[in-house]
């Protein structure tokens, strides 16, 4: 009954923050960036936060640590929605909202490197989930397959308390609601995706503690292959990582080839329960299995990733890839002009080391001074 009830109040406080945001001008405006063409309510995803703290209150205030990184991480993340932060202060709030989550863990105890495994991780997550919020349905539907896979395994393994995952998908499912059509009512904005992924990361993250099984990452790997490729990508042009832009696979399948962006979330989703029911499957398998397994899934589903997105880019005009060609143009004339200063500077040593190797060996040191040399 406490599901029902958690249910209708959310919807109900959902509805209630549309009013307030749209009366306050707490909206998305699209550029050239964007994936939508009107007008769009964000910041939509507290309604995860408020799911939370109903958890967290009717269970007794469990796991304290770790909602009081999430509570900071929603503040500066849902001020960021309202009128913007400095990436400095932002990264700040997200360490030290890592730093709690491992401590809840009690990830101290393990060497090290966890540890700035946890912290990698972890903010490459949020800011993944973070690129994904603009496609209609993208965050809800795949966070309810991964919640879904996470849900099963707990009644497996019971590696987290149940009520966790059930509270964290009804906010979902709420949210859901008003983002999964072809007109979205609203977005999570800056503090839905960076909420979501922490809570899905801590049910992640103890179950890896509890089982020793990283196998489970690949729950995430959908959204893995699509970052990973896609930041290398920019790397290569030169481009900051952070920089917003929108060459992600699922953007130019959604904006220059046209297809549906429900579509498109669908088979995102449904192409992340395939892989994670076989890493259901494989975890049952000794480790040298499951690594085989993990290379060769990731391999596959890389070359796939990469002929298709090659593909549209080389048949469709891609917004924005003209300034990326200008831009490598100019970083190739720069390391260019670089590369010919230093081929120069050795030529002036060897001159140098001429002038020195013709001196006169045989004149004395007095006869030197009185010439002058």
């Given at each position: 009954?406490?599901?029902?009830?958690?249910?209708?109040?959310?919807?109900?406080?959902?509805?209630?923050?549309?009013?307030?945001?749209?009366?306050?001008?707490?909206?998305?405006?699209?550029?050239?960036?964007?994936?939508?063409?009107?007008?769009?309510?964000?910041?939509?995803?507290?309604?995860?936060?408020?799911?939370?703290?109903?958890?967290?209150?009717?269970?007794?205030?469990?796991?304290?640590?770790?909602?009081?990184?999430?509570?900071?991480?929603?503040?500066?993340?849902?001020?960021?929605?309202?009128?913007?932060?400095?990436?400095?202060?932002?990264?700040?709030?997200?360490?030290?909202?890592?730093?709690?989550?491992?401590y809840e863990f009690g990830i101290f105890n393990y060497p090290w490197y966890y540890l700035v495994l946890a912290f990698v991780f972890t903010i490459g997550v949020i800011n993944a989930y973070n690129f994904m919020d603009g496609i209609n349905g993208m965050t809800a539907f795949?966070?309810?397959?991964?919640?879904?896979?996470?849900?099963?395994?707990?009644?497996?393994?019971n590696y987290i308390e149940q009520d966790f995952l059930i509270f964290t998908l009804l906010g979902v499912v709420v949210f859901g609601f008003f983002n999964f059509r072809k007109k979205a009512a609203c977005f999570a904005g800056d503090v839905g995706p960076a909420v979501l992924s922490f809570m899905l990361l801590f049910a992640l993250g103890k179950l890896i503690l509890k089982t020793g099984d990283f196998t489970y990452v690949l729950f995430l790997g959908v959204y893995g292959i699509e970052i990973g490729w896609s930041v290398a990508r920019r790397v290569y042009q030169g481009y900051h990582i952070f920089e917003p832009h929108r060459t992600f696979l699922?953007?130019?399948?959604?904006?220059?080839?046209?297809?549906?962006?429900?579509?498109?979330?669908?088979?995102?989703?449904?192409?992340?329960?395939?892989?994670?029911?076989?890493?259901?499957?494989?975890?049952?398998?000794?480790?040298?299995?499951q690594w085989s397994f993990a290379i060769a899934i990731l391999t596959a589903l890389s070359a796939f990733y990469l002929i298709v997105k090659q593909y549209?880019?080389?048949?469709?005009?891609?917004?924005?890839?003209?300034?990326?060609?200008?831009?490598?143009?100019?970083?190739?004339?720069?390391?260019?002009?670089?590369?010919?200063?230093?081929?120069?500077?050795?030529?002036?040593?060897?001159?140098?080391?001429?002038?020195?190797?013709?001196?006169?060996k045989k004149e004395k040191q007095e006869s030197l001074l009185q010439t002058g040399v």
């Open positions: 009954m406490i599901y029902i009830f958690t249910l209708i109040f959310l919807f109900a406080l959902e509805f209630l923050y549309l009013k307030i945001a749209d009366r306050f001008n707490i909206i998305d405006k699209p550029n050239e960036r964007s994936s939508h063409t009107k007008v769009t309510i964000r910041g939509a995803g507290i309604i995860f936060y408020v799911a939370a703290i109903i958890y967290f209150i009717n269970n007794d205030f469990q796991y304290p640590w770790f909602f009081l990184g999430l509570t900071l991480l929603t503040y500066i993340s849902f001020l960021d929605d309202i009128r913007g932060v400095h990436p400095t202060a932002r990264l700040t709030v997200h360490l030290a909202s890592v730093l709690l989550m491992v795949c966070t309810l397959i991964m919640g879904g896979l996470l849900f099963y395994v707990n009644t497996k393994i699922l953007h130019v399948l959604s904006n220059e080839v046209g297809r549906s962006s429900l579509l498109v979330s669908t088979v995102y989703g449904l192409v992340q329960l395939v892989l994670g029911a076989s890493v259901i499957y494989i975890v049952q398998f000794d480790a040298s299995t549209i880019f080389n048949n469709y005009h891609i917004k924005g890839e003209i300034e990326h060609a200008v831009r490598r143009r100019r970083i190739q004339m720069v390391r260019a002009r670089r590369s010919r200063r230093a081929q120069r500077i050795p030529e002036v040593a060897v001159v140098k080391e001429a002038k020195i190797i013709e001196m006169p």
